[in-house]
């Protein structure tokens, strides 16, 4: 009696330690299992296949309203566990739809279309950048001299000055939006400004008042501006280059703004016998012309966070404005880099 006693004892004992790992197991795999929920079988019945294609082998048929775990969703399959444990593919079609199932799969979809275009997959990668800003500091490389001689009326003879002009590189500013607009071809606008202030050489010659045909020469100089601006209008293609990479290549039509000084008349100074003169100035205008140009570049970035870089450009702009002392190139080879910003 004793020992059947012991044994019953035993045995209630290894049933309760039983019942409680069967009841752990489960939570952990009810746990594991809670990513997506459940769903139930909406049609009159199921078949669960070994994988997602009907000509599968079928592990399993569920009836109307059986209750299934849903392990992931694929594009009209989803992943499933039956209560019995067995697992497969189902059609999508034969549950019923839950937020979990649809929020699923839209996730894939998202993923599938960040693919297409190119991003670095991975599992939740998000949408593609669709615009990509910059702000550098530049360096318009061009370097350019002109000529401009003017005459006038002078003691009943003919007067003339030269003007020797120079612009050299300048540092200026470049900024630029380029939004993708369709796989990876997009539009842009950019702005960018240079200025260069040097001293023009005049150098005139100035008839005598009391003999003829003896000119007297001055010279000096006098202090002058040339300002460009440009409006950089720019078709865009985005090339696929990895997640913290980014190039962009351009090209399109420039509108120039060309602001220079121009000398339009010399002072002098002479005493008598007047044999002698002195250059003391000249009388300065700003001339202002606008002219279309074109441009071409390319813009390379790297980003150190999803939306925060920095990168390099590479531009090169060219049109002539016309001035009253003539044609001025506009324009050139610029070189710059500063921030970058995607969105």
Not at 6 to 15: E, G, H, Q
Not at 224 to 229: A, L, S
Not at 287 to 299: I, L, P, S, Y
């Amino acid at each position: 009696m004793t020992v059947h006693t012991s044994l019953a004892r035993r045995a209630a004992r290894l049933a309760g330690r039983s019942a409680v790992l069967a009841v752990l197991f489960a939570s952990a795999a009810s746990a594991a299992a809670q990513g997506l929920g459940t769903s139930r079988v909406t049609s009159v019945t199921s078949t669960i296949y070994a994988r997602c294609d009907p000509a599968s082998p079928a592990r399993l048929v569920l009836e109307r309203g059986a209750v299934v775990t849903i392990e992931s969703v694929n594009e009209g399959w989803v992943m499933v566990r039956s209560s019995s444990g067995e697992q497969g593919c189902m059609r999508r079609a034969d549950l019923e739809a839950t937020p979990a199932v649809e929020q699923a799969a839209q996730a894939r979809r998202a993923r599938e279309v960040s693919r297409a275009r190119g991003d670095a997959p991975g599992r939740g990668a998000a949408a593609a950048p669709r615009a990509f800003v910059s702000a550098n500091a530049s360096y318009l490389t061009a370097s350019r001299t002109f000529t401009d001689t003017r005459t006038f009326d002078l003691y009943a003879e003919t007067a003339r000055f030269t003007s020797d002009y120079a612009v050299e590189p300048s540092v200026g500013f470049d900024v630029g939006v380029v939004a993708d607009l369709w796989r990876g071809l997009g539009a842009g606008v950019a702005f960018t400004r240079h200025s260069d202030s040097r001293d023009i050489e005049v150098e005139a010659s100035l008839p005598h008042p009391l003999k003829f045909n003896s000119p007297r020469t001055a010279s000096g100089t006098v202090a002058g501006d040339h300002e460009e601006t440009a409006i950089h209008l720019q078709i865009a293609y985005v090339v696929p280059a990895g997640e913290k990479v980014s190039v962009v290549v351009f090209g399109g039509p420039t509108f120039f703004t060309v602001k220079q000084s121009v000398v339009t008349a010399v002072q002098y100074r002479d005493e008598y016998p007047f044999d002698e003169a002195t250059f003391t100035g000249a009388t300065l205008e700003t001339e202002e012309a606008t002219q279309t140009g074109f441009n071409v570049g390319a813009d390379v970035s790297w980003f150190f966070s999803r939306n925060v870089g920095v990168g390099g450009i590479v531009r090169f702009s060219s049109a002539t404005a016309t001035f009253s002392l003539g044609d001025v190139d506009a324009g050139g080879a610029l070189v710059g880099g500063g921030l970058r910003l995607r969105f």
